[in-house]
């Protein structure tokens, strides 16, 4: 290669594998910062973490946090909320070499108005983060650029025609040519790519869904500037992430 070539952009594995977090008391291994294009995902299992997190959270999480899991009705919701958000703080900890409760999170401006409950932050630090959950399962990003990460389950095929708006006129008619066995996943799939794509940006549902093309095939379409990919979680579930696409520079001789 040239040393005027650019390097080749960074790419994806079409199919990514994040690493079952451990659950507490057990320590994370020393980790190293995430290259361009290579985040660090971890998959947090409400059955496995609940009795541990459940346990250190009030030692873990701030007092926002604990109010809010108070606020969920359901057990089940609670509990994987103080899996979700306890295992964050343990992995951004470990990341930044400091104890979990220490972490600090702000919310970056949002791109729409302003006001600032955009993305959430790390306030002077390099690193990005996010996070995903849904009944019994959380998803949990640390990227080197902005990047947004979705969990969900497959939906019951009687919820597809509700939530048809939310697609792409392309993504439609891909999903219609379908069998209709297969279309309740397609549409996860297509819904967590699209979800994770927006928590990048730091809109979120602020912006219309069906405006953007994620594809329902097996391969996601990413949009301009960013990097997508599905993920692989336990059956019944869908998930992806977007990371937003980083310039390289110059390389050096092979």
Partial sequence: MSLLEPSPPPALDPLLLPTALPPLPAALPPSADPGPGRPHLWLVSTAIHQETATRYAPLVLGPSELARAEEFRRPTDRATYLCAHVGLRRVIGNHLGIPPRTVS???????????????????????????????????????????GVDV??????????????VLHPMEAVELAALAPMSRPAAFARVWTRKEAYLKGLGIGLGADPSREYVSAGEVPAAPADWLLADVTVPPGHRAALAVRREETGGAGPD
């Avoid at 932050?121 to 998803?139: Q, R």
């Avoid at 939906?155 to 939530?163: G, I, Q």
Wanted: with cysteine.
């Fill in 105 to 147: 999170v702000a919310r970056a401006p949002c791109p729409c108005c302003g006001a600032p409950h955009g993305r959430p932050v790390l306030p002077g630090e390099p690193l990005h983060f996010s996070l995903s959950h849904c009944d019994g399962l959380s998803l949990i990003a640390v990227a080197a650029a902005p990047v």
């Fill in 152 to 165: 969900e389950p497959v939906p019951d095929p009687r919820t597809l025609v509700e939530a048809a708006d």
